[in-house]
Each structure stands twice: as C-alpha cells, then as structure tokens.
C-alpha cells in the first residue's frame, strides 16, 4: 500500500477530520497518521514501536482496535453533515492473526449509513493488504452539535 | 474503590500475570496497573492523561477497551493450568457514557472457564463504581505453550 | 422460576406489548409466551418442542437468540413514549452451554436507556435459573411512529 | 440468484451436511433448504410466511439471524476433518434493512480457518443480492466426536 495523498473530496469534511483527529492526544501517542480520506472510507497508519507492544512484542491487540475504531469514526464523519459530531456506540472485532509487522494500516469503510445511525466494517492489514490481523464491525451515531 | 492489596491466592499464578504485564510496552505507555488479582478477576486502573485523551479531552475509547480487554485476558489467565497462555479471539464492546473522570477501572471477571475457551466479561467504571462507561463480553483461548 | 403474574406497572404499555407480541407470528410458531413485564425488564418462555431441535436435539442456537431478542425488545419497549416503536440495530451473543432442558426463559433487561439507544443485557436461562445457556448485549433504537 | 446446484466438490462432506441439516427440526419449521455447498461456502434460502413474521409482518430477525447462523455453521464444517464437529461458540449481527421480501438468502463464508477455531461471515440477502438485510461475524469451535 503506497502511502496514498488524500482526495480533493470535500475539502471541508476533510480538514474537519485533520483538525478533529490532531487534538486527540492519544492517536498522537500511538504515533498513528490519517493516510487516506475519501467519501466512506478512512485509513489510518500506525508503524511498531516497543511502546505499542503486548507481551510477544507485537502489536498490542489494544492498539490495533484504536485505530481501526478510529478509521470506523471519520469514515462515518465523512458522511455526515457539517454541524453534526460522531460517536462509537459498539464494535466487536475478531483477531485473527498476530500483528507482527512494521507497519498497521486500519481501513474503515461505511457499509451503511442512515439518518442517525452509520454501520461500518473495519480492517487492520499490513502494507502489502495480503494479511488481515483483525476484523471488526462497527456502530455509530450522529449527534448534533 | 480503594486500592486494593493484591490477594494471597496462588502467588504463582499472580507472578506469572505481574510479570506478563510488565513485558506490555503498551500498558506501561497508558500508565496503566494492576490493582487486583483474584481467582476469575483482575481490576486494572489508568490515571487520565491529556495523552490518552479524544478530541473532547475525555478518556478515548480506545484506551478504555485496551485495560478492559487486558482486565479480561489476565482474568482468564488467572483460570489456567501453569504451562498455558491465553489469547483475545474476539470481543464486544459498548460505550455507554463518556468517560470524563480522572480515573479509569476496568475489571474483568470469568463467567465461564471451559477447556480450551474462556468467556469473560468487563466493566470500565469510576472509583466509586457508580458509573459504567463501557461493557465488554470477551472470548478467549487458552494455548499450550 | 414459578410462572409469575404480570405486575401491575403500566397497564398501558404492558396491553401494548402484548398486543405487539400476539402480531408475531414467529413467536406463536415457537410456542413462546410472555411471562413478566416490568418496568426495564421482561421474561419469555418457551417449551422444547421437536420442531425447534438442532441436530443433537436441544433447543437450536437460533431459537434462544429469537427469545432471547425478543426479551431485549420488550425490555427497551417498557422504557419508552407511548407513540414510539423499537427496533434492534445489532446483538452478539455467546452461546455458553447446551440447551438440553425442557423449558428456557429469556430476559432482558435495560442497562441504560438513553434518548434514542437502548442498551439490553439478555440471558437464556433453566426454570432454577441456575444454568446460563447464552448471553446477549443487544443495541436497539426508538423509533418514532 | 438462480438456484444454484450442489457443487461435485467432497461428496463426503456435502451429504454429511445435508445429514446433519435434516436433524435440525428448527430447520425444517421455518422451511429452510441448503441451495450450495462450497469449501467455505454455504448458501441457505428461506421462503416468507407468516408464521415467520415479525409485528410489520415483515421476516422476524430470529428467523434471518437463525438461517444465517447454520449457513455459517456449515460453511465451517466444510473445513473440517471427518470425525470432527462445530459448534457455534458466539457471534454478532448487524440488522440493516427490514426484510420485506419473498425470500430470503443467507450466505455463510469461512474467512479464517484455524485448528480450532473458525472464523465466518454471514450476510442475509435477497435473490438479486442487491439489499443485505443482516451481517453477521461468527466464532466456531471443532469438536472431536
């Protein structure tokens, strides 16, 4: 996977999930960088680090879940009007593999979305998308600011 | 919630998960301890930090899920035969208030121990227990070392 | 668990419940009642019949997730306006032990009712309720008609 | 979706799916047929009637989340050793669209096969495959007979 430049979509939702994505603290502490915005669909890069790590060194299975939960929210706010905020109401996410590798990329993609709630299926994957350490679906809620 | 002493239950079996938790770089960057370790039950707390925050300042879902889902896979842990280690195969998670609070516990307790598979449950909650940001059914598998 | 009398709450909502139970026509095919409603919190019944067997003959997976989700609904519904309706957005459950019994009883009950979502927790259960057979979080939203 | 024909594929492992199938006294209540059997790939159609229905007279999500369940079932199955069995050991469902439809279409495919466990996704359509009514992630375990 390129690191891939973001989209001339909508500028404007665009910078909303730049501005909102760079005052949590903690996607900063994971060192994890939004690579791709388009209509439905988010990816977000995070490289290894000992600090992210379980007890194996690999990727700590809380790590993987934050991005990729993470890549389900501004996927869904790519879809949302411009006044109204999103929150995770649930996921549930299966881990299928070990994550060990240099980089996670978490794909969040939109496979529904309605007036209140948007449905979202997220992966994480390495570089090459020819693994998948984890699955999860996802629901969401808009909420009016 | 007093921090509580660990129990005198199998010293064994405490020392194994002391030790397995302080090979996860990752709860050492979430500043995250463990407060109880009894028989099918483990409580981890984690002191809010700016760095663990959301893009409200509250604690994010992702940091929430990461102890809760450690609070259940050492929880597990507590249930096995020595030469064993357990792995997340899946969980569920439902946010159901935002968690602005200093402090942060989650506690994962075992409903269910058979062979091979491990069925808990977690709770993220306040020091006094009165508030339930988060919920949590977990699977997980025991693997022979 | 003695066949208990509907309680007295509010008739209201306990009449339209009913009456929304008597439209489905899948609950009368498995032969299940109602047979508490509070306030939060509702019980189903449902006798093992031959025609609702898995391949092992217990009660089939699909059965007690039916009842089990029903309960949840019902649940929520007690906790709403008159002129709404409910709906499930998504459950997981777990399946802990086999059905092998002659009667199971679902209930579900409200752990956080908020303006749209209602969150239920749901369990399938013996008469003695001393053996849980599956365990359900269920998210539902309100609807209004 | 035309009606599909078995596949040639393990003669073996397809009769004893439609073995084990025709056990499934639920099965047969709700009129549901195996229309496909592939390695990893189970196709389970269901036809409306109102004894299957929900309030709206629509199909009641017990029914979908039933059918989608044993589609997943048998799509592990399909992995499996001879003298193995499966069990569901959890799963969760998303309900996306009210199924207000002749048929309904659940189709189970195996997207990670372990040892042990199995992993699966399931969607419920309609013949066009052009609405998804449900989604489901499902947890399998194989069982030594």
Do not use: W
Not at 39 to 49: A, D, L, S, T, W
Not at 86 to 92: A, D, H, M, Q, W
Not at 115 to 135: M, P, S, W, Y
Request: aromatic residues 8%; contains cysteine.
């Amino acid at each position: 996977m390129a690191l891939q430049k973001l989209s001339h979509m909508d500028e404007l939702i665009s910078n909303r999930i730049k501005e909102s994505f760079s005052k949590q603290g903690f996607m900063e502490t994971l060192g994890a960088e939004i690579i791709l915005i388009e209509k439905g669909k988010v990816i977000i890069q995070c490289p290894f680090h000992s600090k992210l790590s379980q007890q194996n060194d690999f990727f700590h299975a809380g790590v993987m879940t934050s991005i990729v939960d993470s890549a389900c929210g501004y996927a869904a706010y790519t879809m949302m009007p411009n006044q109204s905020d999103v929150l995770t109401v649930e996921f549930k996410i299966n881990f299928l593999k070990p994550a060990n590798t240099n980089n996670i990329y978490a794909i969040g993609t939109v496979i529904q979305a309605g007036r209140k709630l948007v449905i979202c299926d997220g992966i994480v994957t390495n570089e090459k998308q020819d693994k998948v350490f984890a699955k999860m679906t996802a629901t969401l809620i808009t909420i009016n600011k």
